[in-house]
T-cell receptor, first 110, second 113 residues
């Protein structure tokens, strides 16, 4: 099993603050995806990163894939209450199998 | 409708009941998945179907029985469940089964009493 550990597990911040969520593994992944899941809904794909060192921006969200393709980070600038949700990373590993991370639950307080 | 739909959204069943969860995808995808999401645990992959053939079964108890009659529909038949089976059951689809991006339905919240 290619385990993906996310940190922190829980995060509660004030509106307007910045934050970073980490997704780490000892295994190499061919690509990595980030999803956001709101209460009572399924995860929604935010981004896919493929190349080691790749950085992608989605409005206030910045995603980075580690050089060795073992880890990734998600940085949110000026967080808003609409960013509240469970953030999941998912890596594509050996045999093109998906491995989901442990999740980070983010709460942005107005 | 678009995307991936799941019915019912909520289900309460006794341990002796038999029920089925339904998933339908309108994305023209060839692969479909069932996941179980429990509190404080990573998403657990249960079944994978590619072109209506089961390609993966992650040691799921036989009280869960999947069915994929065509590439757009996926069912999960439930019987004699245990309280620890209470969870959010998510369906997803993707273009293929080989590491493609997955698109999820809203899930069925299952409570076993």
């Amino acid at each position: 099993t290619q385990l993906l550990e996310q940190s922190p597990q829980f995060l509660s911040i004030q509106e307007g603050e910045n934050l970073t969520v980490y997704c780490n593994s000892s295994s190499v992944f061919s690509s990595l995806q980030w999803y956001r899941q709101e209460p009572g809904e399924g995860p929604v794909l935010l981004v896919t990163v493929v190349t080691g060192g790749e950085v992608k921006k989605l409005k206030r969200l910045t995603f980075q894939f580690g050089d060795a393709r073992k880890d990734s980070s998600l940085h949110i600038t000026a967080a808003q209450p609409g960013d509240t949700g469970l953030y999941l990373c998912a890596g594509v590993g050996t045999g093109n199998q998906f491995y989901f991370g442990t999740g980070t639950s983010l709460t942005v307080i107005p | 409708e678009t995307g991936v739909t799941q019915t019912p959204r909520h289900l309460v069943m006794g341990m002796t009941n038999k029920k089925s969860l339904k998933c339908e995808q309108h994305l023209g995808h060839n692969a479909m998945y069932w996941y179980k999401q429990s509190a404080k645990k990573p998403l657990e992959l249960m079944f994978v179907y590619s072109l209506e053939e089961r390609v993966e079964n992650n040691s799921v108890p036989s009280r869960f029985s999947p069915e994929c009659p065509n590439s757009s529909h996926l069912f999960l038949h439930l019987h004699t469940l245990q309280p620890e089976d209470s969870a959010l059951y998510l369906c997803a689809s993707s273009q293929g089964a080989g590491g493609y991006e997955q698109y999820f339905g809203p899930g069925t919240r299952l409570t076993v009493t």
